[in-house]
């Protein structure tokens, strides 16, 4: 009996893990028009992307949670506009950094969980232009940046509302006060929308605040489709792609992996694939946030996301006085002489060619597929497992130099003169017959 219960207990373990989460609302049938499919393949091909987390919690230093996480009342929080006067903020120096790093893409936070709004919206008056003395809005500087730079725009928007009461009592029930909140998410999606130029995409986060409730996203989707049908929706619910969306987005993870622990049982979907990730541990600037990732570690997870299919979008927060810190300026930097010389193996491509390997990945463009060895194995061969492509050739980066290999059925093994420890990534191109 005893063992009848456990087994009974640990199947339904094993069937929560593994079991999908989905959206429980209907969502009207979506299908993309050719321009937004073609926005998704050059989202796809674009592969690295900046991710900004900017906000008045910036003057605090102590992350973009700081509100929460210091129980601070909101009374006490709203004196920050007033403190918030980022001088040093120049919107073209940010598009610089991310450009020099190989990103091709800016998404910005317009509105985070806080409330306050950095962009210039008529929807509510705790936004940079009435409640800061800043009275700039860096959404649009940023956006004519971009436009000059050929950097492509997208805009971060909280589902999540930690100060407006529309949202509290929607969340407690009071259906009338959801219906208000939905309307003021429309009024500024529809400001970001038309007043920033064309916008790659909206990027909603907060959704796991209300797990089981109807966000209503028949009308936010249908209403960003409506207004601009390119523009590619991705939503940070950490659940599996609800119809009406582009992008699947994995956070601080990488595709189809549950390290971080938002992820659990999301699966792969067909959809562009994108994760994002911090370069120290929060998102929001932080004065004590000192554990940088190094250079190699954030290559490599850029070359692991590109195996896997996806894009990263990586974080920086700025600084109240509007600049990048310079411990990010100087990885972005190199990141961005690692992308210079190597990015024919990054961008463009895809992945999914086979597993990530103890020893690195795959990317492919055409007839090339590109062999990442991030880490160097200890034998004095690399081994690709379940190959299916007929390999004509294989050469070091540069061509310069042909590499002896096998090829039998199991897979194919590589045999270097000689592999490099300390290089972040060695890359073989394998020509395919
Ligand atoms: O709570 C946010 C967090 O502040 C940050 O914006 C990240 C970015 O992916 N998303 C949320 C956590 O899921």
């Known amino acids: 009996m005893k063992k009848l219960l456990l087994l009974a207990v640990l199947t339904i373990m094993v069937n929560q893990v593994g079991a999908q989460v989905k959206y429980e609302y209907p969502m009207p049938e979506y299908t993309p028009t050719e321009g937004n499919l073609q926005a998704r393949k050059e989202f796809q091909d674009m592969k690295f992307g900046m991710f900004i987390h900017w906000g008045v919690y910036s003057v605090l230093g102590d992350g973009e949670w700081v509100m929460y996480q210091q129980k601070i009342k909101l009374d006490t929080y709203k004196k920050l506009p007033k403190f918030f006067d980022p001088e040093d903020f120049d919107a073209d120096e940010w598009v610089k950094i991310a450009k020099a790093a190989g990103m091709k893409y800016i998404t910005i936070t ?14 509510t008056d705790y936004d940079i232009i009435d409640a800061t003395r800043f009275d700039r809005d860096p959404l649009k500087e940023l956006a ?26 929607g969340k407690k029930g009071d259906e009338e006060a959801w219906g208000d909140y939905v309307k003021f998410m429309k009024a500024q999606l529809t400001e970001l929308l038309t007043n920033y130029g064309e916008i790659g995409c909206i990027w909603f986060d907060g959704h796991w605040d209300r797990k089981k409730a109807n966000w209503n ?8 489709h409506e207004l601009s049908p390119n523009t590619l929706i991705a939503n940070n619910h950490h659940i599996q792609p609800i119809p009406g969306e582009d992008i699947q987005t994995f956070e601080r993870d990488l595709p189809g992996e549950n ?18 990730a911090t370069m120290a541990k929060t998102w929001g600037f932080d004065l004590n946030d000192t554990k940088f990732k190094t250079t190699k570690q954030l290559v490599h997870f850029l070359v692991k996301a590109a195996g896997k299919n996806g894009n990263l979008l990586l974080n920086v927060g700025p600084m109240p006085n509007g600049e990048i810190q310079p411990e990010f300026v100087s990885t972005l930097k190199e990141m961005g002489e690692w992308a210079t010389k190597y990015g024919e ?21 055409e007839n090339t597929l590109y062999v990442h060895v991030l880490d160097a194995p200890t034998e004095p061969y690399i081994f690709i497992p379940e190959l299916m492509e007929k390999i004509k050739s294989v050469s070091s980066f540069d061509g310069a130099t042909k590499i002896k290999f096998k090829q039998v059925k199991e897979g194919i093994f590589l045999y270097p003169a000689s592999l490099d420890d300390e290089s972040i990534d060695t890359i073989f191109k394998m020509e395919i017959r």
């Open 110 to 123: 317009s509105r985070h969980h806080d409330s306050f709004s950095m962009f210039d919206t008529d929807a």
């Open 144 to 169: 004519e940046a971009c436009k000059k730079e050929g950097i492509k725009l997208n805009f971060y928007y909280s589902l999540l509302d930690w100060a407006r009461d529309d949202y509290k009592n």
């Open 217 to 224: 996203y028949d009308e936010l989707y249908s209403l960003i």
């Open 259 to 276: 390290k971080g622990g938002y992820s659990a049982g999301v699966e792969i979907s067909p959809l562009p694939l994108e994760s994002c």
């Open 345 to 365: 193996s990054i961008y463009g491509t895809r992945g999914g060619v086979i597993k990530t390997q103890d020893w690195g990945t795959i990317t492919k463009k």
